[in-house]
């Protein structure tokens, strides 16, 4: 369980979705190191990954006196709310048997951000200006279309014989999970299903297991499409995953908590 996987801007952007942002607080450069320095992330690598968080739009600064404090930027709390739906339950939905499609105008300089938020969201990508989900609604896609001023040149639900002319290829077959996912998932589930007596842990060592935890769950969740049933192959095991993490981070809620108490002030 080492960080050797995720850059030190991926793992603070864990942080500030699993930590910071449920306890309301910002956080200045020096805790954030002090925080994250069990993960061997030095004060360095936090600076540098801060400015190009703030440069994406995921966190914003205040200043107190000379110092800046940093907490996620209210423009990207409709996004983490998003992903976090995805990272923190797992409801095996029911399907229709219809698709949402949506076809947005390229040339909208919001479209780069638009295509991040729908992955999150679980839309997959058929062309540059084209997505696809089972699940989604028109309302949830027109909602986050509008949210990032770009505009919908088409956007419809139905059957998938209505959509052929958008498409003649059969949606499932494309939106269908990449074996290497299965491995992933696999890793994962091997990675951190022998972790036991994890509450005993002490306060740092339960902070990091929790953000290595939440880590790599999040970059899993965020990539599979939360397809129905009926599109996955048998024996998927998304759902076992996301028991196993839950469990987990159960178990490490309240050392880890104290830690961001020793480094932050109580919530």
């Known amino acids: ?22 306890r309301g607080q910002a956080a200045g450069v020096q805790q954030l190191a002090t925080l994250v320095e069990p993960l061997g992330i030095n004060e360095r690598s936090v600076r540098t990954s801060l400015l190009r968080l703030s440069r994406e739009g995921l966190v914003q600064s205040e200043k107190r006196g000379r110092q800046s404090f940093y907490k996620v930027a209210d423009s990207a709390l409709p996004i983490f709310a998003d992903a976090n739906e995805r990272i923190y339950t797992h ?3 029911d399907w229709d048997g219809e698709w949402t499609i949506a076809m947005v105008t390229d040339a909208d300089p919001g479209l780069i951000t638009l295509r991040d938020e729908f992955h999150w969201m679980g839309m997959a990508q ?9 699940t989604r609604t028109p309302a949830e896609v027109a909602d986050v279309a509008q ?23 059969d949606l499932s077959g494309i939106v269908a999970p990449l074996p290497s996912l299965r491995e992933e998932y696999s890793a994962h589930i091997a990675a951190f299903g022998h972790a036991g007596d994890a509450d005993k842990l002490d306060p740092k060592e339960a902070f990091r297991l929790r953000t290595l935890l939440i880590d790599s769950w999040r970059r899993l969740a965020l990539r599979d499409l939360e397809l129905p049933a009926a599109l996955l192959p048998p024996d998927w095991p998304a759902r076992e995953a996301f028991d196993l993490t839950m469990r987990l981070r159960t178990d490490v809620a309240k050392p880890s908590e104290a830690h961001l108490d020793s480094v932050l002030g109580p919530a």
């Open 91 to 93: 409801e095996d939905a």
């Open 147 to 169: 949210r990032h001023q770009v505009g919908l040149i088409l956007l419809s639900r139905g059957p998938q014989h209505q959509l052929a002319s958008i498409n003649g290829e």
């Open 1 to 22: 369980m080492t960080t050797a996987t995720a850059s030190a801007r991926v793992v603070l952007t864990t942080v500030f979705g699993d930590a910071l942002l449920p």
């Open 126 to 134: 058929l062309a540059p200006s084209v997505f696809v989900s089972p």
